[in-house]
């Protein structure tokens, strides 16, 4: 069935989405817990959700990768 298909992907994508946005917040250089920042990172989850079904996990990881690049040297510049 179709629709038994797409809802099994859904729930899939939401929930590694979910698992994905909580685990930056765990252990000890886990960030504080902050709903703004969890919702955030639980939208680019299913961003990479979306992306990994698209177009394959080495793209959904690179993709992460070249985030965390760009933001690393957004925070370098505006430190100084």
Known sequence: DERASFLS????AFGSALLFAGAHHL?????????????????????????????GFGIAVGTHAGYD?????VLQQAQG
């Open 27 to 55: 252990g000890p250089n886990g960030d504080p817990f902050n709903v703004y920042v969890l919702s955030f990172r639980t939208f680019a989850g299913l961003y990479f959700a979306w992306l990994y079904h698209a177009r």
């Open 9 to 12: 992907l859904a729930l899939a």
């Open 69 to 73: 690049v760009l933001v690393g040297l």
